[in-house]
């Protein structure tokens, strides 16, 4: 789920953020191609180091019960590839310590793709990009229906409606307050929306109508946002997230790593997530899209992915930690080592443009690695 969705009026043609000269998506100087994630960062501490900064993270997070500070997590960061399988075992003893085995299954449905104003430069469903994605009103009710009973079918215990918009205007909340009190009366599933940016009245309204959680990512770093996005900000984003706690539904809020960030800056997001406090923290990796000014990156490599997995539980480690977006281009045949090293919920069937694998491999993975599919906040 690569992002949260937005609308309202178009805000024209994407000019420079700040002074600073901000390269903005569709610039030279925007970053279509970048490293991903090559390991030519800090030098990685010697073995007998990195064994004792291991041991003294498993050391203050099992027994101690003590968050990790910054320092100790940008250190983890900082070890060699050598040392990932041993940050993946650690990563997965504290899943499995503070919310069980069980794996929470989420289906999701486009139910308004394309056409979207806004400029994220990830995003295939962005006006401003020539992307391939075709642009569909809101889809009818019978089929949001059908597409809920069949995610109720996997085992699955939420179902999410995302919309490509800057924000819902009137007539969009309505539709969505409708189906939001179909779906729940007719299967039960915990009802997600992603439609982006509220304000107090309208996230009132959907946590009235039975929103159990709504979807608003970070997507990334404060300091790389203006990089990605110019059509609206890195606070609007914060605020919006604030808004729906306080409106008392969960707070699902992730990121999509790869889009050009540094290190450093994955560790920004990490930050920003543990004081924003989310339920639900979707991890999409870059799938660049064409037509889209990153449609050109190459993907993050997949040893690297599983040490972000495992930092970001390391750094969230009672969150509910899901796959979503591009888990299987990037992963490849590392998808079940990523449940062993803090992922604990899965996207499944398709993405919002992209097709993700069948629910059945999914259930077959979770069959392989001994662990039940179940929701994962009644273990918490
Ligand atoms: S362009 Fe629109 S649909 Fe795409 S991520 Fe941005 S807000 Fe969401």
């Known amino acids: 789920m690569p992002s949260s969705r937005k609308s309202s009026s178009l805000p024209g043609k994407a000019t420079s953020l700040s002074d600073g000269g901000t390269p903005l998506p ?14 030519d960062g800090p030098a990685s501490p010697n073995p007998a180091k990195a064994r004792a900064l ?7 997070l099992l027994d101690e019960r003590r968050d990790l500070d910054q320092n100790e997590l940008a250190a983890l960061s900082k070890l060699g590839e050598e040392h990932v ?15 069980g085995l069980q794996v929470e299954l989420e289906g999701i449905l486009s139910v308004k793709t394309g056409a979207c104003t806004e400029d994220c430069g ?4 962005s006006s401003r990009f020539d992307s391939p994605v075709k642009a569909t009103p809101f889809v009818d009710r019978d089929d949001i229906l059908s597409a809920a009973r069949a995610t109720a079918a996997t085992g699955a215990s939420k179902f999410c409606m995302v919309l490509a918009i800057r924000g819902p205007d009137e007539r969009t909340l309505e539709r969505i307050i409708d189906a939001v009190r179909l779906v729940k009366r007719e299967t039960g599933l915990q009802v997600a929306c992603s439609a982006g940016l509220l304000d107090r009245t309208k996230a009132g309204r959907l946590a009235e109508a039975g929103v159990h959680c709504y979807n608003h990512n970070l997507e990334t770093a404060r300091s790389f946002f203006p990089k990605i996005v110019s059509s609206h900000s890195f606070d609007e984003r914060l605020e919006t997230c604030g808004i729906v706690k306080d409106a008392g539904m969960e707070l699902c809020s992730g990121v999509l790593l790869n889009l050009g960030e540094s290190d450093e800056q994955r560790l920004e997001m990490l930050e920003e997530l543990r004081r924003l ?7 999409n990796f870059l799938n660049p899209r064409p037509g889209t000014p990153l449609g050109s990156r190459t993907l993050m ?6 040490r972000w997995i495992a930092l970001f539980r390391l750094g969230l480690p009672s969150a509910v930690l899901r796959y979503a977006g591009g888990r299987e281009v990037t992963l490849k045949e590392l998808q079940a080592i990523g449940l062993t090293a803090g992922v604990n919920a899965l996207i499944v069937g398709n993405y919002l443009t992209t097709l993700g694998r069948s629910p059945q491999e999914d259930l077959a993975m979770l069959e392989d690695l001994s662990m039940p599919v179940g929701m994962v906040g009644a273990a918490i």
């Not at 569709?26 to 390991?39: A, E, I, L, M, T």
Request: proline share 11%.
């Open 26 to 39: 569709g610039d030279p100087s925007f970053p279509s191609v970048g490293r991903s994630s090559q390991p």
């Open 54 to 60: 291991i041991s003294e993270a498993s050391r203050a």
């Open 85 to 99: 399988a041993a940050l993946a075992a650690l990563a997965h003893e504290v899943r499995v310590d503070r919310c």
């Open 122 to 125: 990830f995003c295939s469903q």
């Open 277 to 283: 406090g989310p339920c639900d923290v979707p991890i």
């Open 301 to 306: 490599r997949p040893w690297e992915a599983i």
